[in-house]
Each structure stands twice: as C-alpha cells, then as structure tokens.
C-alpha cells in the first residue's frame, strides 16, 4: 500500500513555526500508523522524532492526532484511518511541543500527582488481602486501565480553554481511588476533584470518552464522582 | 555535580520497587533514571500474571520445585528458594498498595493456572497484570516522592578505583551529558529483545541498556544463551499473547486441528513450559503441519463473556494485529523472543562483583530462571530482587563516602557521542537493526545448530563494522532519538555478540537452549553457569557453579 504522510513538524532549535512535510511511502496493508512512522525514519528521515515503545497499545507513549483525532499510532491501522492514502499526522493538543510529534507532558503529569494518586489506608493492614468483591473489582479496572497516554486530554475542549482544568484523565484515576473500599481518603480526594479546577467544570461533552484507546470513559468516571459529591453533601453516603 | 546516595537505572517494576524500598529508610536520597517515563516501561506490558503460593494446598516449596524443574536444573536453588518463600507476601504488599486482582466469589485473590507450575498459583489483574502493577509502583514511587530523571539515557558507568562511582547520562531533552555522582548504582533496566528485533514481544525500549553497561565496567553476563522463546506471538509484529489464554483452557492446533502437543508434552499439554511449546510449535511448522509459518491458539469454546472478563486485551489485540476475534475465528501465532534469562551475575541481594553496582530484574541474573523461565515468574522477580536490591544497598551507602568521580568518563562519552555524529555511508541504522533481529532469530534461535551460530556470529561481527557507516541524520541537540538509536544499536550489537559466543560454547542443549548437533542434556559436564566478560577480541568465557540445595537434576518431563 503506497500512503502519503503529511506530518506537522517542528524542531526548536532551527524552526520558528511548525510546517508540515510529506512523505509518501510503501507499506504492507495492515501496517500500523507507527509502523509507517519508524518506517520513514528507518528509510527516508532519521529527524523524524516521536516516542514510542510498546507498539500494543499498553504503554501510552504514541498517541497524537491522525487525520484530527486522538489516537494511539500503534494500534491504528493506517488502513481504517487514512483519507484516500492519506494520513495527516500532528502531536497532541492542550500541551507545548517539544520536537514535532514529541510534546511536554509536565502538566498533565502534574494534574496526575494533584488527585493524590495512591492508596491511602486507615487503621491495620489485614495480614493476607482486603477482601473484595470480584464485581467491584471489574468495574474500577475499568478506569485503573487507564495507560495516561494523554489522548483525552487533547481531545478535551475544557482543557484547552482553561489550563488549570485537572482533565479527564486525573479525574478518571481519581475516581479510581474513591470508588476503592480500600481507600480511607475519600472525602480529601472528593474536595480535591470537586474544587473549582475539578469535577464541575466538566460539560460532558464526551470527548474523552470518544478518543481513549483504552475504553476507560472518563466521562462516565466524572459523572460518578459529581454523584459522590452530592451523595456526601446531601449527606447520604 | 548531581548526586544522590542511591541511583537507581530503570523504572520499571524492579527499579520502582528498589525505590519505594530505599526510600522506605528515611534517611537516603534516592533518584531514579529512565530513558522514558516510568509509565511507559515494558513491565506493563506483562499480561497472565505472578506466581506465589497463596491457597490453601500450595506451598513455596511446591513452587520452588517447579521453578527449579522448569530452569532444567541450572537455576540457583538459594535465591529460587528466596523468590517463591517471599512471594507472598509481596503479593499481599501490592493488594494492600492497591492492585486490584481479580477475586474469587468470596472476594479474596484468584490464581490461575500456568505453564509448568503443578497448581493453579498465579494471581491476575484479567490479562493486564503487568499494567496494573507497573501502575500500582508508580502510585507508590509518587506517594515516596523519590526525585526521577525520566528521559534522560545512561550512557555508561563511572568507575574509580574499583568501585561504581555513579553514570554518565544524557538528558534526552536537551542532549546534555551529565555526570551523575552515586555511592551506589542499581541497574534495572530490562530485557534486550530488540536484539531479535523482528521476532520479539519486547518493546522498543528493550535493547539491553544495562546489560552493556555493566559489561563494559568488567561485569561478567551469565547465561546470555539461555534466550525464551515465547510459544504464543502474533506473526505481523510480535505482540505477545499471554499463556493466560491457555491456563484458562485455550487449545493449541495444527493445520489439522489436532491438538499437537499430546505428542510433546502429554501430560501437561499445552500448560507445558515455554521451552517445551516453543519447540513443539516449531517443529510442527518445520514438518509442514502449520500455516503461512504459524499453529493456532483455538479459544472459541471459551465464550465471548468469559474472554471479555479474564481475556479482554488479548482479544484486542488479535481483533488490532491480526484481524482476527478469537471469539469466532482461529488466532495464528509462532513462537517469539520474550526474554532474557541471563543477565548481570549479581548474589542474593542483586550485588555484583564491582562494588557500588547492584543489579535487579530482567536485566540481572541471580539465577531465578536458570534456561527457561516459568511464566509469571517475571514479575516475581523484578518484586523481590528489586526490594532486597535496594535493601543490601542502604547499608552500603551508609558505610562508604562518594569517592572521586572520574571525569574522564564524561570526555570518553563526550567522544562517543561525536564520534557516532560524525558518521558517514550509505548504511541505515533502522536497517542495520532489522538484519540483526532476523540473523539472531533465525542463526540463534529456537533451533540452533554450530554451522548456524557461526554464521549468525560472523553476520554481527559485520554489521558492528557497517554501524559505523551508518549515518545518524539528526545532528541536532533536542530529542534526538536518531543519535539514541545509533546508540541502543551499538549496545545491542554488543550483547547480540555474547550471546551467540555464549550458546556456541555451551555444547548441550538445556532448556531454551536447544541444539540440533547436541540434543540431550549433558548434567556431566554442563550443569554450570557461563560467565562472560568483555575481552580484547570478544567475550572471553568463564563457567561457575550452580547452587543445588533442595532438588537434585533429574530427567525433566511433562
């Protein structure tokens, strides 16, 4: 399959702006969108910069926008997505770049470190597990199977209009924690993701929900912690 | 000079977990270093799960005896005995940090069954395991608030006198070499599957950064021809599909739909070990009984609700990599590097013979796994080695001071550097790569044969002359992942060299190691580990002894 790359570059230490080049390249049909990329920087252009690893869709290191969605490049195949043969490729939104489709992610990861991302407990540790039901489990693996790729928070027009936004991929692993029996921090965690930053700012748009690669929807888990919020304020739970 | 007590190289789960151990003291500053963030370490990438005895009826020694049977008797008995004893209650520490393992009806962990373990002992998080404990680690790392240098290469280390005196690294960002000061240095910095680059599950990442490192400080590699072939990799790109499948009663077929291994391994079918599948797989192949080079894994009378609660990533990724939903249709697959069982020769305590370095998980070799590793072993092993890493060098960072940071090990990076930049030719590294990854897989591969190694072997010997004809096209500071994977490459050419030099020496064949012109075990005069050290023309070898307490070698069968 022959595919016409158009990728939206920029290297900080010649460019002033960011411009696009074309690459047109021949691929097997189930190639991926990242298996083009290594290709053309194997083949034609080793400049090309983009992070990469896994190329299976866990580590979260290559989303970026393909033909104007957030997707991971690994686990899209160019052969769903192109238009006509063609990919036009640009990095993540809602965040600085650093060198074409490489962008700093501090704030996001800052976002990450704002919900207290950890287990906190209460009282003695039982000798062997926390008992918990398989039910319960199944449904917060849903948002613990977040891989922090970023893709929502591109996608997510609140992000972009206000910078100080925890985004949905916080939120997500927020409710993750309040959502644990295990956890005994659920009311710090609700005022953390039910500040003015948080929860509320939310206008389900879906966004999130659309683009994650993983099936995480973080609408539905920000949702769930709006109705945390007005179970405890209303004093039921 | 940036400087920390302890530095710890690699962020996945061995590298986290020393740095939630060290960190644990109080009074020692700890740094991690990764050339990626930490979420994006290939230990989440680790699907079925981790073994430990944890139902009423199991026991460590029954886990250590399987362990020590499926490393065909060259795993060390002592630090075998150590893993499978503290197994679980590492297990419990990562309930208790919020893993969220899948459960029984009455809510306690669940265990599945796997390759080679005589029970049901493996714990899971459905088929992400790996995913939910690197994330539960990173959890903790932040809650630790342990400095981390994400993006930043180890280039080398700095010795003086005898002793690791830190790294020299590079921060990916801005290309800067920085010399970092350490009184010790753990390095856990993972597999190097990328050396089968083409015909491995492992990351991109994984290019053996350590290993080569400490190679190059006088360390010696044990058991690098010990590599594991996994039975169940997808065809278009590697992707593994996890044993999981088969521990919850997926079939492995041949073009005739039989199921094959009744004839290999006919009492444990197809929960045999990696070895043991990888061969019969490949044979079947070999002898005409496979299609377009694969068998097939038949999970279809599994249901779609019981894949969807125990299988879920595997079926997206056959339905993303091989347009195929194993909920209908066959899946193809082929065996595929998955890891390295040898490694950096460290003790117990994941010290090596350099003081000051310390080694932990994949890229160490203690040796839990001997020549072939039980899978959801891994894990285990990143855990434990990890943790007692980290302990062993708390007690040396208060016993010794700095010392003297040799400069010079910056300038001989400096020159590395330019010397890579300066390159010119008509060879490309990306290339370069991918012929290295098909010689290996297929020169020293599952099947392996004298006449094939040394082809394989001169084969690398050539390429680590083209590299230098391979032009890196960046010349620029930020980011530049051209000059890295010139880099990686370099590295990768190294350790491709050992391992090859490695598995022509060892004239047996012996778990993962299998060779066609010496097909039986040889216990007589190969129940020894290889140690090989950087000499002027290559490894030189050395052989030391494997530590038997408990079980004595006998005829491995399944």
């Known amino acids: ?237 | 000079m940036l400087r920390h007590d302890i530095l710890i190289v690699g962020a996945g789960l061995a590298g986290m977990r020393a740095a939630v151990a060290a960190a644990q003291d109080g009074s020692v500053d700890i740094a991690v270093i990764s050339k990626v963030h930490p979420l994006r370490s290939h230990s989440g990438a680790a699907e079925g799960g981790i073994n430990a005895a944890l139902t009423e009826g199991d026991t460590w020694e029954s886990h250590m005896y399987d362990t020590v049977k499926g490393s065909d008797f060259v795993g060390d008995q002592d630090a075998i005995e150590i893993m499978c004893r503290e197994a679980p209650d590492e297990v419990w520490w990562l309930e208790h940090a919020g893993t969220l393992f899948n459960r029984t009806a009455t809510g306690e962990v669940e265990v599945r069954a796997f390759g080679g373990a005589s029970v049901k002992r493996t714990a899971f998080v459905a088929d992400m395991t790996g995913h939910a404990l690197l994330h539960t680690l990173y959890e903790q790392l932040v809650a630790s608030g342990v400095k981390v240098y994400d993006e930043w290469y180890v280039l080398s280390l700095a010795t003086d006198g005898g002793t690791c005196r830190g790294v020299v690294a590079m921060d990916i960002r801005t290309g800067e070499l920085h010399p970092i000061q350490a009184k010790a240095v753990i390095l856990a910095t993972g597999g190097n599957g990328r050396i089968y680059s083409g015909r491995t599950t492992n990351a991109w990442i994984n290019t053996g950064d350590g290993m080569a490192m400490a190679y190059w400080a006088g360390v010696p590699l044990a058991d690098m021809e010990y590599v594991q072939f996994h039975p169940t990799t997808l065809k278009s790109n590697g992707v593994l599909i996890t044993e999981g499948v088969r521990g919850e009663g997926g079939y492995l077929v041949n073009a005739q739909g039989e199921r094959f291994m009744a004839r290999y391994a006919p009492t444990k079918m197809e929960l045999g070990p990696r070895d043991v599948v990888s061969r019969a797989e490949q044979t079947e192949i070999n002898e005409g009984r496979g299609v377009d080079g694969c068998v097939f894994l038949d999970l279809r009378h599994l249901g779609e609700a019981y894949i969807m609660e125990r299988l879920p990533q595997t079926r997206e990724l056959a339905i993303n990599f091989a347009g195929v939903d194993p909920v209908h249709e066959l899946l193809p697959i082929r065996p595929g590097q998955h890891y390295a069982m040898g490694g950096i020769r460290t003790n117990l305590d994941g010290e090596t013979v350099l003081p000051g370095l310390y080694a932990a998980g994949e890229c160490a070799c203690v040796s839990v796994h001997g020549a072939n590793r039980l899978g959801a072993n891994s894990l285990l092993d990143t855990l434990i080695f990890g943790r007692r890493s980290a302990e062993k060098a708390i007690q040396y960072v208060k016993e010794v001071d700095f010392g003297t940071f040799p400069e010079s090990e910056v300038t001989r990076q400096e020159e590395r550097i330019r010397r890579v930049l300066a390159r010119q030719g008509n060879e490309r590294i990306g290339l370069l790569r991918e012929e290295m990854g098909a010689t290996m897989a297929e020169k020293v591969g599952v099947f392996r044969t004298e006449a094939w190694m040394r082809e394989g072997l001169a084969t690398i010997k050539e390429l680590q002359e083209r590299q230098h004809r391979a032009p890196v096209d960046d010349k620029g500071k930020v980011f530049n992942t051209d000059l890295t994977a010139a880099l990686e490459l370099e590295v990768m050419l190294e350790q491709a060299e050992v391992i090859a030099v490695s598995a022509l020496a060892r004239t047996e064949s012996r778990g993962a190691h299998y060779r066609l012109d010496y097909p039986e075990r040889d216990d007589a005069n190969w129940l020894k580990h290889t140690l090989a050290y950087r000499g002027e023309g290559g490894p030189r070898l050395e052989y030391a002894d494997v530590t038997i307490t408990r079980y004595q070698p006998e005829e491995r069968k399944y």
Not at chain 1, 121 to 129: C, I, L, Q, S, V
């Open chain 1, 1 to 237: 399959m022959d595919v016409t790359y158009r990728i939206l570059r920029f290297n900080p230490d010649t460019d002033s702006a960011p411009h696009y080049e074309t690459y047109r390249i021949e691929v097997p049909d189930s190639a991926t969108v990242l298996d083009g990329l290594q290709a053309i920087k194997d083949v034609q252009d080793g400049t090309l910069t983009f992070r990469r690893s896994c190329r299976q869709g866990i580590c979260g290191s290559c989303a970026m926008r393909v033909n104007d969605r957030e997707r991971l490049a690994c686990n899209t195949q160019i052969s769903h997505v192109a238009d006509g043969n063609e990919l036009r490729v640009e990095p993540l939104a809602n965040m600085a770049v650093i060198k074409d489709l490489a962008v700093d992610m501090t704030p996001f990861w800052q976002k990450f470190n704002a919900i207290v991302p950890y287990t906190i407990h209460a009282g003695e540790r039982p000798e062997r597990e926390y008992l918990v039901s398989n039910e319960k489990v199944r449904h917060l693996q849903q948002f613990a199977g977040c891989i922090q790729c970023g893709a929502c928070y591109s996608a997510c027009p609140i992000v972009g209009s206000d910078p100080e936004y925890l985004g949905p991929a916080a939120l997500a692993k927020a409710y993750r924690f309040v959502g644990d029996p295990r956890d005994a921090a659920k009311k710090e965690r609700l005022g953390i993701v039910g500040s003015e930053r948080g929860i509320w700012r939310c206008h389900t748009i879906f966004n999130c929900t659309e683009v994650c690669p993983k099936g995480v929807d973080p609408t539905y888990a920000i949702e769930l912690l709006k109705k945390a919020t007005i179970r405890r304020k209303l004093g039921l739970g």
